[in-house]
Nanobody
Framework: QVQLVESGGGLVQAGGSLRLSCAAS????????MGWFRQAPGKEREFVAR???????SYVESVKGRFTISRDNGENTVYLQMNALKPEDTAVYYC?????????????????WGQGTQVTVSS
């Protein structure tokens, strides 16, 4: 069992930056690939980024060059650095853990989820 807690969300103006954190407890984070997803009102949950157990990364096209996912296994924490934020980035952001080593973007494939943190980008 893995417990995930996100933090770092908030209100920011367009063009600004935020860094989200996802702290894990219960099991060693290094065993899991970690993903960030987001869900805007009235929309389905969307894949944002993933980092594998070996730190390979993958991003949805809309955030490439602006967002960076990273992990600190010693701190059992995963980060999402978000720069050049746009109003369309507004959503609840969730982190999730996946035991598989296969690079996957389907939310249904992930085993554990945090409660989410709100990110609001004003224009």
């Amino acid at each position: 069992q893995v417990q995930l807690v996100e933090s770092g969300g908030g209100l920011v103006q367009a063009g600004g930056s935020l860094r989200l954190s996802c702290a894990a407890s219960g099991r060693t984070l290094s065993m899991y690939a970690m993903g960030w997803f987001r869900q805007a009102p009235g929309k389905e949950r969307e894949f944002v980024a993933r980092i594998s157990q070996r730190a390979s990364t993958s991003y949805v096209e809309s955030v490439k060059g602006r967002f960076t996912i990273s992990r600190d296994n010693g701190e059992n924490t995963v980060y999402l650095q978000m720069n050049a934020l746009k109003p369309e980035d507004t959503a609840v952001y969730y982190c999730a853990a996946d035991r598989s080593t296969i690079m996957r973007r389907d939310a249904k494939s992930y085993d554990y989820w945090g409660q989410g943190t709100q990110v609001t980008v004003s224009s």
